[in-house]
């Protein structure tokens, strides 16, 4: 499995907007899908995007349709979620899980459990 480093958490006024950078370090010929998840203090982890690595293919769950994105660049072995019109609930912990694709990306990326590989994640806070 592979070891995904985040950057990019940041202090940011509401409104705003943030990028990331999950970066992945070696070969990509495998079917990865790499997520961009948070975890709420109290709340279950929860997916905001995913992306396969290979192809490209993205999904986002209903609930952050046109707020969150995620691209690839294969050059750099790196994945780029990126978020804006970030309110104050959005503070919380961010995190790039990586698993060989083994189910239809939409369930991956809703079930926190197909992902075995969690790096430290980044802390974004939303505050005036």
């Known amino acids: 499995q592979i070891q995904v480093v985040e950057s990019g958490g940041d202090w940011v006024q509401p409104g705003g907007s943030l990028r990331f950078s999950c970066a992945a370090p070696?070969?990509?010929?495998?079917?990865?899908?790499i997520g961009w998840f948070r975890q709420a203090p109290g709340k279950e982890r929860e997916g905001v995007s995913c992306?396969?690595?290979?192809?490209?293919?993205?999904y986002y769950p209903d609930s952050v349709k046109g707020w969150s994105t995620i691209s690839r660049d294969t050059a750099q072995n790196t994945v780029y979620p990126q978020m804006s019109t970030l309110k104050p609930k959005d503070t919380t912990h961010y995190y790039c899980p990586t698993e060989i694709l083994t189910s239809p990306l939409q369930f991956m990326c809703q079930v926190r459990q197909y992902f075995a590989s969690w790096g430290r994640g980044t802390q974004v806070t939303v505050t005036p």
């Open positions: 992306i396969i690595i290979t192809d490209g293919s993205t």
């Open positions: 070696g070969d990509n010929s495998e079917w990865y899908t």
